[in-house]
């Protein structure tokens, strides 16, 4: 009888001094619940995160832990929790900080929007270039035709065979005036002019 009140004692000394400690969660999407049953969903308290602190009241032999987060106390699965400091604890930060984060998540949204537009406006710009690089492909090919058909021996014969029939129908021109100034010329000496 007396080895069973010193066994009931040193649990009990050793669940005080383990009790009221810092303990973490080890495991996402543990349940923080109003009682030890995890049979219904009536008595969540909580969803906890992986790394969350808690203050671990009383551990029940059923599995079970007492534990307290922020003013609210409740039943957690012990094999869910660690004595173990995580290596990366979020930082508390202050009221001015979460407002900067704010702002900047807000100035990082306007940002992705502004390169979505530009994304887009950019897509249209190099559809636009597409086309002209396209139209100026239909304009050189047009050039080298047209230079084609002015280089060929038929036009260059055509314009030698129009500046001989111009020049000829000039020189017709030019001898017929010239032929008309003699005549006029001769029909002036062959007048007689008489003086009264």
């Known amino acids: 009888m007396k080895k069973n009140i010193l066994l ?14 810092t ?17 219904n969903d009536s ?13 671990l009241l009383t551990m029940h032999f059923s599995g079970w832990s007492k534990v307290s987060l922020g003013g609210t106390t409740g039943w957690i699965l ?3 929790l660690t004595q173990n400091t995580p290596k990366i604890l979020a930082k508390v930060v202050d009221k001015n900080t979460i407002i900067k984060l704010q702002s900047l998540e807000e100035e990082l949204l306007n940002l992705k929007q502004k390169n979505q537009q ?4 950019s ?8 086309k002209i690089k396209n139209k100026n492909k239909a304009i050189s090919k047009q050039n080298i035709a047209l230079q084609a058909q002015l280089d060929s021996p038929l036009i260059n014969d055509v314009n030698w065979y129009l500046a001989a029939l111009l ?6 021109i030019i001898s017929a005036f010239i032929a008309r100034l003699k005549q006029k010329k001769r029909n002036s000496f062959n007048t007689i002019n008489r003086s009264y």
Not at 167 to 172: E, H, K, P, R, T
Request: net charge negative.
């Open 123 to 130: 897509i249209d710009i190099k559809a636009l270039n597409d």
């Open 78 to 80: 012990s094999n869910e």
């Open 8 to 21: 009931i004692a040193f649990l009990f000394f050793s669940l005080s001094v383990f009790s009221a400690s």
């Open 43 to 55: 008595n969540i308290i909580k969803t906890l995160s992986k790394d969350t602190k808690l203050e």
């Open 167 to 172: 020049g000829l129908l000039s020189g017709f």
């Open 23 to 39: 303990i973490y969660v080890e495991t996402d999407a543990s349940i923080l619940r109003s009682d030890k049953s995890d049979k």
């Open 118 to 121: 530009l994304s887009s406006e």
